[in-house]
């Protein structure tokens, strides 16, 4: 790269390269089209993220399942041709593998809404969700999956950065450490999400995992969250 052009790339270059060289590998197993680096521990925690794409050959369906007590990644998954009720379904066999471990999902635009309906329908058991506050009404109510805007973009970009620059994340998929190398600053601060193809569609699931990891310790399942969808609660003043 040309000194201009590292100035302006969001990664560590040296960082990435390194792990391009010396821990990427060959995933240690197949199944389908989801690579594995290793199995299922039951005292070890795990979180899983994916974004999602209609899979007419552009942006694909990706999946990044992560160990957060050893701080490496245990498996990925891209298909750009899988239309996304498929690729949830998919991600719901692979997450119960790890013990049904956390599941975020990027719920935006219409793919996002389709996979949001087939998760319900399957009924993963611990699912993501967070809590959106009416301030006319001053009522919150219940959201299921990730939602990228502004905001969140920075914060799981963020995050997984800085966790990726001190050593806490292994990444053994070559595709990911590539999509990483590519990003750039100006990628970062884009304002417009979900409509341009871009292909950072793995790192985008990677972050979305790496947010999983404040909710996988400890965190209460949600196989009643349903009964308490359309339950709203009032907030005190």
Same mark, same amino acid.
């Given at each position: 790269?040309?000194?201009?052009?590292?100035?302006?790339?969001?990664?560590?270059?040296?960082?990435?390269?390194?792990?391009?060289?010396?821990?990427?590998?060959?995933?240690?197993?197949?199944?389908?089209?989801?690579?594995?680096?290793?199995?299922?521990?039951?005292?070890?925690?795990?979180?899983?993220?994916?974004?999602?794409?209609?899979?007419?050959?552009?942006?694909?369906?990706?999946?990044?399942?992560?160990?957060?007590?050893?701080?490496?990644?245990?498996?990925?998954?891209?298909?750009?041709?899988?239309?996304?009720?498929?690729?949830?379904?998919?991600?719901?066999?692979?997450?119960?593998?790890?013990?049904?471990?956390?599941?975020?999902?990027?719920?935006?635009?219409?793919?996002?809404?389709?996979?949001?309906?087939?998760? &319900?329908?399957?009924? !993963?058991?611990?699912?993501?969700?967070? #809590?959106? %506050?009416?301030?006319?009404?001053?009522?919150?109510?219940? =959201?299921?999956?990730?939602?990228?805007?502004?905001?969140?973009?920075?914060?799981?970009?963020?995050?997984?950065?800085?966790?990726?620059?001190?050593? &806490?994340?292994?990444? !053994?998929?070559?595709?990911?450490?590539? #999509?990483? %190398?590519?990003?750039?600053?100006?990628?970062?601060?884009? =304002?417009?999400?979900?409509?341009?193809?871009?292909?950072?569609?793995?790192?985008?699931?990677?972050?979305?995992?790496?947010?999983?990891?404040?909710?996988?310790?400890?965190?209460?399942?949600?196989?009643?969250?349903?009964?308490?969808?359309?339950?709203?609660?009032?907030?005190?003043?």
């Amino acid at each position: 790269c040309q000194p201009a052009n590292e100035e302006n790339k969001y990664f560590d270059l040296g960082l990435v390269q390194h792990q391009l060289e010396n821990v990427a590998r060959e995933p240690d197993r197949k199944s389908g089209d989801i690579w594995y680096w290793g199995n299922y521990t039951p005292d070890y925690d795990y979180g899983l993220g994916s974004d999602h794409a209609m899979g007419f050959g552009g942006d694909a369906n990706t999946a990044v399942l992560l160990n957060f007590t050893t701080g490496e990644m245990v498996a990925s998954h891209a298909d750009n041709m899988l239309s996304p009720d498929l690729s949830a379904h998919e991600y719901a066999r692979l997450g119960s593998e790890f013990g049904n471990c956390i599941w975020g999902w990027e719920t935006n635009n219409e793919c996002g809404g389709t996979v949001t309906a087939t998760v &319900k329908q399957i009924g !993963y058991p611990r699912m993501y969700q967070w #809590e959106v %506050k009416d301030t006319v009404s001053n009522v919150i109510s219940k =959201r299921l999956g990730w939602q990228t805007n502004n905001k969140t973009k920075n914060q799981m970009l963020t995050a997984f950065r800085n966790d990726f620059n001190k050593g &806490k994340l292994k990444i !053994y998929d070559a595709r990911l450490l590539k #999509e990483m %190398k590519a990003y750039t600053k100006s990628d970062a601060a884009e =304002r417009t999400t979900g409509l341009a193809t871009r292909h950072f569609d793995l790192l985008i699931a990677a972050c979305i995992a790496n947010q999983m990891k404040g909710h996988a310790e400890g965190s209460s399942s949600t196989k009643d969250f349903y009964a308490n969808l359309e339950r709203k609660k009032r907030v005190r003043r």
